[in-house]
């Protein structure tokens, strides 16, 4: 219970978290008292620690409470915005995929259902990015959007974006 211990463990999590030592991060993350749980900063590690441990579920949970405590969380919006992101993208590659090996009408038709949520996920990818890119306006979250209005086939606003990407 010395405060002082506490300050320590918090300093060998953050220590883990930056030397990519992921599995003793998490493990430490369990010896943590409720209080240290909603530290923002602390958060922020653990959700990066999650991520690089593929554990998506509990990431999922991280980055929804840190935008929670703060909407504009960067660790937490990019986390969501590249999610959503690469679902949709894999879905829609997928969906292709199964379309080009089997054209038929009834094939169409679950294509078509498939783009539908491909298109919910790339929406959210795109509010994600576009607070993002809002407070800070990078060529990697241009890019993103570009992507994703791409998909869209709204040329206009990809090419409005990838215009941003090259400045």
């Given at each position: 219970?010395?405060?002082?211990f506490k300050e320590l463990n918090k300093r060998l999590f953050e220590t883990y978290v930056e030397s990519?030592?992921?599995?003793k991060a998490l493990k430490m993350w369990?010896?943590?008292?409720?209080?240290?749980k909603v530290n923002g900063?602390?958060?922020e590690l653990y959700l990066i620690a999650l991520d690089n441990s593929n554990n998506e579920v509990d990431a999922?949970?991280?980055?929804?409470?840190?935008?929670?405590?703060d909407v504009t969380n960067k660790k937490a919006l990019e986390w969501k915005a590249s999610k959503y992101f690469w679902k949709?993208?894999?879905?829609?590659?997928k969906e292709l995929e199964n379309y080009e090996k089997n054209k038929t009408n009834a094939q169409y038709k679950k294509m078509l259902v498939g783009l539908d949520a491909v298109t919910r996920d790339f929406q959210k990818a795109l509010k994600y990015y576009q607070m993002l890119y809002k407070m800070d306006p990078l060529k990697e979250y241009a890019k993103s959007i570009s992507?994703?209005?791409g998909r869209f086939q709204d040329k206009k606003k990809s090419d409005y974006y990838l215009d941003k990407e090259s400045h």
């Open positions: 219970e010395d405060l002082r990519e030592n992921w599995d369990s010896s943590f008292d409720a209080d240290s900063p602390l958060l999922e949970e991280i980055a929804t409470k840190l935008l929670k405590i949709a993208e894999k879905r829609y590659q992507n994703i209005y």
